[in-house]
């Protein structure tokens, strides 16, 4: 990331200067960091940390910082210019602010509601699991694999032979496969067809219907080069994905439904107490 920064920062001159300091924003006085000023409006260490993920602030460098406040300044700019403009009071855009602000507040007020909802425990996500079985019906077969990839047919079949010889699969793959699961061991977890590139999938049928499983595949071409793999676990058409295979997909449907009925809840005992009158359509 570092290199990467650097090199988009290149040649730029740094005008921004970092001062602690007492300021005047929108009225209110704070006590707080300015990174940037555009016409009175300031960019404070505290707006920094709202602009940037929960916990990445602190990792940021001073390059990544000097380029988060540049493209704020630019964005003020644009800003300062559309209200100098008077966009604001174009009645369109009055009733798309309008719309957004009733959105933000009623997504924020669900998602408070939605707090109180607690992580299942596992016999709540087994019970689940079981009562949802047949949205686990596999249409095809799926494989558990380990995978790996070298730059030429050679190293391919260097590492294919030592595997043969005795060798693990695993720690080879850690040091040489050029796939970014090598840090698994080249564990690439549970796949279908549509997941991956034609070669593999056909790499994968054949190693499995013709060697079984935990065998490795003769070396085959890739787009990225050439490859092995290992198929380490078969879920065959029309069986039920496993529930440890599947397990952070039942939560999620578990959450997702149980927000459903909170929302559902929400709203009828709103509905309640409020004077709700329908006219025609027409």
């Known amino acids: 990331m570092t290199k990467r920064l650097g090199n988009t920062l290149s040649g730029m001159i740094v005008v921004l200067m970092l001062v602690c300091c007492s300021v005047s924003k929108e009225g209110n006085t704070v006590n707080d960091r300015i990174y940037a000023t555009v016409n009175n409006i300031h960019l404070t260490e505290s707006d920094l940390k709202d602009l940037v993920p929960e916990g990445v602030y602190d990792k940021l460098t001073i390059e990544y910082k000097q380029e988060i406040i540049k493209e704020w300044v630019n964005n003020e700019l644009i800003y300062q210019e559309a209200l100098q403009r008077n966009i604001d009071k174009d009645p369109k855009i009055e009733r798309l602010l309008y719309n957004s602000k009733r959105n933000l507040l009623s997504n924020e007020l669900l998602e408070r509601i939605y707090s109180d909802i607690g992580d299942p425990d596992e016999e709540e996500l087994k019970s689940y699991y079981k009562e949802h079985e047949d949205y686990f019906i596999?249409?095809?077969?799926e494989y558990r694999i380990r995978y790996a990839l070298f730059d030429n047919r050679k190293d391919a079949q260097d590492f294919w032979r030592a595997v043969k010889q005795g060798e693990?699969?695993?720690?080879?793959?850690?040091?040489?496969?050029k796939d970014p699961s090598f840090q698994t061991g080249g564990d690439i977890g549970v796949i279908n067809e549509e997941m991956i590139e034609p070669a593999i999938w056909n790499a994968i049928e054949n190693t499995y219907n013709k060697l079984g499983?935990?065998?490795i595949s003769d070396p085959f071409s890739v787009m990225d080069g050439w490859s092995c793999l290992i198929v380490d676990e078969v879920y065959e058409k029309d069986t039920v994905k496993p529930f440890g295979i599947v397990r952070d997909q039942v939560i999620d449907m578990y959450l997702v439904e149980?927000?459903?009925e909170a929302r559902t809840v929400f709203i009828d005992e709103l509905a309640k107490k409020a004077n709700i009158k329908y006219e025609s359509a027409q």
Request: aromatic share 4%; hydrophobic share 30%; charged share 35%.
């Open 258 to 260: 149980k927000r459903e």
């Open 213 to 215: 499983l935990v065998k």
């Open 138 to 141: 596999l249409n095809s077969n």
């Open 168 to 177: 693990s699969f695993s720690e080879l793959a850690k040091t040489d496969s």
